[in-house]
């Protein structure tokens, strides 16, 4: 990788029908620490997320509100936006189908593909679910119902435009033969063969008339664009694409997108659809599409009929937005779901934020103030029987960082966190081994306790750098309480840059308080009475 390389990540875009849930959320968090981890690689990121605002569902709820569409899309953006800055989401563009460049392009697209064939018009005639705002035929039904959402579907019929989506099939099979990496993981890539492509794919409906909340067919204004046409094209659009050819260097510079970073549930639209979409536009497909698992509820999917949605605001308020971060990171498995619940998220704060990292950072600290007035020297002593303690412990710390950067490259996010917490793990065993209140009884051995504490100072300071993608302000946090900067990633693979006779806080501040689990059944009982 040369310093600079360009690298654009999307996530989905949030439908705002409503309040996402932290399922829902748990998505802008893992694209978060994807970015962050790369740009401390040094790439020139760009992280696009947003919303998705047209449809009949929104119509339907703004009317049942008593507001414009445009007023209810404000109003939910406004909250979706806010989750992500209460996330600490550090995105560089969030886009809204509402906005107007967005709309100008989606037109364009859609009269290019009409004149060149690709789109035709006819008529609709399924079985219609107004939540999913997806037609369906007989057999694709599970139990007379949506397979998607499992809800009622009704029988409906309207004229409409499709996309011939046949014409493409061939080329996208032999695409995603010849690059196996573009579907992740493969289990994803097996179904999307397996169950849509190899069978032949319908042509797909991309406008629709019994409805008017979407972007007008500029030149037949009984329609509106289609969900997937106007969502999908989002990608470009964000970044400068234009239908016309007259496309911004940004859009040059980032497409194709590194990574689509999606749900696994809406896999099928974001490797079959927007691919042809681009093949018809005659641009490049992006690098990879990652359909991620889901962030379970007592093992079922969050929904508010069913009352289990826990919502990421509730939890960063009482947990702190780092100690959200990290569990939501670090309990979901690459290619199967999680659970979240209160309980857990406080269990896994006691375990590893509490007792692992900041014990380990509060009793450095308060071991260098009180033998050394906080003043960190390194006077390299190591006695004979400790050299290979020494080197065992330098061996984990600077080693790390390739390991977690190696677990990175395929988005095993929650792999990368146990690498870097090895190194505080291990940090903690060192303090168990060289036991610094023994030695600071013994006069002689003074240099040798110096030593031990600035090789802990040193390693926190590497395990904190590691740390910052995931958890920023603790990452922050520690360099402040230990009077230093953050490393660079160049510089995560060396051992003893912090600077010797620099002096650390003499007020120590907890990083992350016990929880008693009273507590937070408690707070859990009072949110739910709310």
């Known amino acids: 990788m040369k310093k600079g390389t360009p690298y654009y990540l999307t996530t989905a875009i949030a439908y705002t029908s409503g309040k996402p849930h932290i399922g829902n959320n748990y998505e802008i968090v893992l694209a978060d620490s994807i970015v962050r981890f790369r740009r401390k690689q040094g790439y020139d990121v760009y992280f696009q997320t947003g919303t998705d605002e047209h449809g009949q569902k929104i119509e ?57 064939g690709d789109i035709y018009k006819g008529a609709y005639e399924g079985l219609y679910c107004t939540p999913c705002e997806s037609f369906w035929t007989e057999a694709q039904l599970v139990d007379g119902k949506c397979p998607d959402c499992g809800r009622e579907v009704k029988p409906a019929k309207e004229e409409a435009y499709f996309f011939k989506m046949s014409k493409y099939a061939d080329r996208l099979i032999k ?45 037949d204004d009984k329609h509106v664009v289609y969900v997937w046409l106007d969502a999908l094209t989002n990608y470009i659009t964000g970044i400068g694409y234009d239908a016309d050819g007259n496309s911004t260097e940004q859009y040059k510079k980032y497409w194709p997108a590194d990574l689509h970073l999606i749900g696994k549930d809406i896999i099928r639209f974001h490797t079959i659809y927007w691919p042809i979409f681009l093949m018809a536009l005659d641009e490049p497909l992006p690098k990879q599409v990652f359909g991620h698992p889901w962030l379970l509820q007592n093992g079922g999917k969050m929904s508010k009929s069913k009352g289990n949605v826990i919502y990421a605001d509730d939890l960063v308020d009482y947990f702190g937005v780092d100690a959200v ?66 080197d065992d412990l330098k061996a984990v710390v600077s080693g790390a960082a390739g390991k977690a950067a190696a677990k990175m490259e395929t988005y095993r996010v929650a792999d990368a966190l146990d690498e870097i917490f090895a190194v505080f793990k291990r940090l903690n065993k060192y303090v168990d081994e ?33 740390l910052e993608p995931f958890m920023p302000e603790t990452a922050k946090k520690i360099a402040a309480q230990l009077n230093t900067k953050l490393r660079d990633f160049d510089d995560l693979d060396k051992n003893g840059l912090y600077p010797s006779g620099n002096k650390v806080t003499d007020k120590p501040e907890i990083l992350f308080a016990r929880i008693d689990m009273k507590d937070v059944e408690a707070h859990e009982e009072e949110l739910a009475g709310a």
């Not at 008593?66 to 939910?76: A, H, L, Y």
């Open 325 to 390: 971060r990290y569990y939501v990171l670090h309990e979901m498995p690459y290619d199967n779901d999680g659970t979240v619940s209160w309980e857990l998220v406080a269990e896994r704060t006691n375990s590893d934020l509490a007792n692992v990292l900041g014990n380990l950072v509060n009793r450095t600290i308060g071991m260098s103030n009180k033998y050394f007035g906080g003043v960190i020297t390194n006077k390299g002593v190591i006695e004979p029987a400790d050299k290979a303690l020494d």
């Open 60 to 116: 339907l709820k703004a009317a049942e509100s008593g507001i414009t569409p445009k007023e209810f899309v404000d109003n939910v953006a406004g909250i979706i936006k806010g989750l992500c800055d209460k996330l600490n989401i550090s995105y560089d563009h969030f886009i809204r189908t509402t906005d107007d460049y967005h709309e100008k392009q989606v037109q364009k697209i859609f009269k290019r593909l009409y004149d060149q």
């Open 175 to 219: 695409h995603i033969n010849e690059h196996p990496e573009f579907i992740q993981p493969v289990s994803r890539k097996n179904e999307m063969m397996n169950n849509f492509l190899l069978p032949g794919l319908q042509d797909l409906c991309v406008s629709r008339s019994s409805f008017k909340w979407g972007i007008p067919v500029d030149f």
């Open 434 to 466: 060289t036991e610094p209140w023994v030695l600071a009884k013994d006069e002689a051995k003074k240099d040798r306790l110096s030593t031990v504490l600035y090789n802990l100072v040193d390693g926190i300071v590497t395990g904190a750098s590691l």
